[in-house]
């Protein structure tokens, strides 16, 4: 990574990701991703550095508002969350670059973009539907909870604000089920077989072994869903919608089968030795 430099001239139009949400009865933007010091801010806004007290930002510092060349690079930054929002700014004041985007005092957000699909069941958004903690999500109007519409999100927070037209439909119910199905396939194997070798030998050392390798497995799973879902034909965005929506409900059926799949073992042998 190169030296970063700084630069006090013409705004920088640039990219970033951002969640909205309802504070005090104030439409505001959120940090995409939680930061124990981050806070929502403005339409047009500065930087403050919460931990040093020095202008923000700072080269030795991590403080600053973040933003990314063009829609190239949103990917680095989780793109295909249906939650997140696309935020077209232009940076001022003093800017610092690195490889792949900048760190600037100023801000002035232009336009703010989200997928145009419900993030509960897929459908066409329509309006944004409030959650727990004042988060403001595209939703139709079917599943959204104190819906807002898309205009009135416009006005409050004095910007446009609008859902994109080219999100992929809803992966058909078959194939839902089998991006579901697919992902509790290993840890039923893994139950399975480590609850057989447990009673043939009488220990309780392959019940252990087997509760481990679901621990690595709930891990990791989130990390080859992408290409579970690219050979299911299902789309970078659906396929996070998907995997938001079943894996807590996927990891709830493995640990409770985990635990069934224990209690018959011990209950059909005497003695379990660890």
Excluded: N
């Amino acid at each position: 990574m190169g030296l970063p430099w700084d630069v006090y001239a013409t705004p920088i139009a640039a990219r970033k990701l951002a969640r909205l949400g309802i504070e005090h009865g104030e439409v505001v933007l959120r940090p995409a991703f939680y930061r124990q010091l981050g806070a929502s801010y403005g339409v047009v806004a500065r930087a403050v550095c919460p931990l040093e007290g020095h202008d923000a930002p700072e080269a030795d510092c991590s403080c600053g508002f973040y933003a990314v060349a063009d829609d190239t690079q949103l990917w680095r930054l989780g793109a295909d969350e249906p939650e997140l929002a696309v935020l077209d700014v232009e940076l001022a004041g003093r800017v610092i670059e690195h490889d792949h985007g900048y760190r600037a005092s100023d801000q002035h957000v232009r336009s703010v973009r989200f997928h145009g699909a419900c993030v509960r069941c897929g459908r066409r958004a329509e309006v944004f539907g409030q959650r727990h903690f004042g988060g403001l999500v595209p939703a139709c109007r079917k599943c959204a909870r104190r819906a807002l519409d898309p205009v009135s999100v416009s006005e409050a927070l004095g910007v446009p604000v609008e859902f994109t037209s080219d999100d992929p439909a809803p992966a058909s119910l078959s194939t839902r089920f089998e991006f579901v199905l697919a992902q509790m396939l290993a840890p039923v194997l893994i139950l399975l077989v480590t609850a057989a070798v447990a009673l043939a030998s009488g220990s309780g050392v392959p019940l252990a072994c087997g509760q481990l390798a679901i621990v690595v497995w709930l891990v990791t799973v989130p990390s080859l869903l992408g290409r579970l879902g690219e050979r299911l034909g299902i789309a970078g965005t659906e396929a996070v919608r998907l995997q938001h929506r079943w894996s807590p409900v996927v990891a709830a059926v493995a640990i409770g089968c985990d635990i069934v799949l224990t209690v018959v073992v011990i209950a059909l042998r005497d003695v379990i030795a660890y």
